[in-house]
């Protein structure tokens, strides 16, 4: 068991860190900061007290086939103009989100597999940005997605699956925005994509089917632009 971080990368330091295991620690797992870098690929991180990887402060490591499991706060934690590739991890059992994108923080995710978080599945708020592609994000108690309070960024979500969610497969509040372009959203307990409280995204080319509420619900003042949807077996009731 780690008193602090597993790994701590920070100030250029660029290691390569391959096939290891790293758990139970009192922080993150892997923090990298204040410009580290570093290629990360086939680790085992588990059972973290913090995130279960860390990202801020222009650190921009490499994520490559990891499985990032049971992490007591995020699986993923990427803020404070944090960057980095986090491609074909698999990021498991969060207690709270598999991942999140906050205060500047601008990832790429791609062709993940983020399942079954005890909150939600991926979190984008406060002026975090990201672009999520290919990922699958599925099994979540809230919901699959959730964009909020993007003043002055825009997060880009494009060819995900995103299904078996206890909530919405997206909800997006407060003044959250993106682009969200050729996902599927289907099997979720509430509506495919919900947007609230001024919120104004773009929605394009999405297939939206078979979620026991609506396939888009707009209300308390929100906008959107849809184009081009397919939206079909939706189970809602007025």
């Known amino acids: 068991d780690n008193a602090l971080a597993g790994v701590e990368v920070k100030s250029d330091g660029c290691p390569v860190v391959n096939r290891n295991k790293i758990r139970n620690s009192s922080q993150s797992g892997v923090l990298v900061h204040s410009g580290g870098k570093g290629e990360f690929t086939g680790n085992v991180i588990s059972g973290s007290l913090y995130a279960g990887v860390e990202i801020r402060t222009q650190g921009n490591p490499k994520l490559l086939m990891n499985e990032i499991i049971g992490s007591k706060q995020a699986g993923v934690s990427v803020r404070d103009q944090g960057l980095g590739l986090i491609e074909e991890n698999v990021i498991q059992g969060s207690v709270m989100c598999g991942v999140e994108?906050?205060?500047g923080g601008d990832p790429r995710l791609s062709h993940n597999r983020i399942f079954d978080s005890e909150q939600t599945g991926v979190q984008i708020h406060s002026d975090g940005k990201g672009t999520l592609e290919?990922?699958?994000?599925r099994g979540h108690k809230l919901n699959g997605v959730e964009i909020s309070t993007c003043h002055s960024q825009q997060p880009s979500l494009k060819q995900n699956r995103i299904s078996k969610c206890q909530g919405n497969g997206i909800y997006i509040m407060h003044n959250g925005s993106g682009l969200l372009e050729e996902n599927?959203?289907?099997?979720?307990q509430l509506a495919g994509i919900e947007i609230v409280h001024g919120s104004d995204p773009v929605l394009r080319q999405n297939c939206i089917h078979s979620n026991t509420g609506e396939g888009v619900l707009i209300h308390s003042n929100a906008r959107g632009t849809l184009q081009q949807n397919r939206i079909f077996n939706n189970h809602a009731e007025a």
């Open 101 to 103: 994108i906050t205060t």
């Open 184 to 188: 599927e959203i289907f099997d979720c």
């Open 134 to 137: 290919w990922n699958e994000i």
